[in-house]
């Protein structure tokens, strides 16, 4: 179950990071340009860095504190903060209407949840 849970792990620190940094380093007129990141037109750049900012910390509270032995605890909280995350975005999509989005929107929260049970767990 630990090798799983790294795994998870592992996947959704990458992916938060990339997706994370992106919204980061890109600015918001930029990000309206991709089909993909429609729904950044509802947000204010503040508010997308901030969205970026959120998943660049959860990504590395699931990695971090249970590698370095210092305090494990933030590694569920971690994964437990972007279950809310993603819960926010599938509700987002889902009232623009941008069904595509929302299985990835799945698949990283159940991703998540899999981790902050787990961890907790253990």
Same mark, same amino acid.
């Given at each position: 179950?630990?090798?799983?849970?790294?795994?998870?792990?592992?996947?959704?620190?990458?992916?938060?990071?990339?997706?994370?940094?992106?919204?980061?380093?890109?600015?918001?007129?930029?990000?309206?340009?991709?089909?993909?990141?429609?729904?950044?037109?509802?947000?204010?750049? &503040? @508010?997308?860095?901030?969205?970026?900012? #959120?998943? #660049?910390?959860? /990504?590395?509270?699931? #990695?971090?504190?249970?590698?370095?032995?210092? &305090?494990?605890?933030?590694?569920?909280? /971690?994964?437990?903060?972007? *279950?809310?995350?993603?819960?926010?975005?599938?509700? !987002?999509? /889902?009232?623009?209407?941008?069904?595509? &989005?929302?299985?990835?929107?799945?698949?990283?929260? !159940?991703? @998540?949840?899999? *981790?902050? *049970?787990?961890?907790?767990?253990?």
């Amino acid at each position: 179950m630990n090798i799983a849970l790294w795994i998870a792990a592992i996947v959704l620190a990458a992916l938060y990071l990339g997706a994370g940094g992106m919204k980061l380093v890109t600015p918001r007129e930029k990000l309206l340009e991709n089909p993909n990141m429609g729904w950044t037109a509802d947000f204010s750049a &503040a @508010a997308i860095k901030g969205i970026g900012a #959120i998943e #660049i910390v959860g /990504a590395i509270g699931l #990695i971090l504190p249970w590698a370095l032995d210092i &305090a494990r605890v933030l590694t569920p909280l /971690a994964a437990a903060g972007l *279950v809310i995350v993603q819960i926010g975005a599938i509700i !987002v999509h /889902a009232r623009r209407k941008e069904t595509k &989005a929302l299985p990835m929107n799945v698949v990283l929260l !159940v991703l @998540a949840a899999f *981790v902050a *049970v787990g961890r907790f767990a253990g």
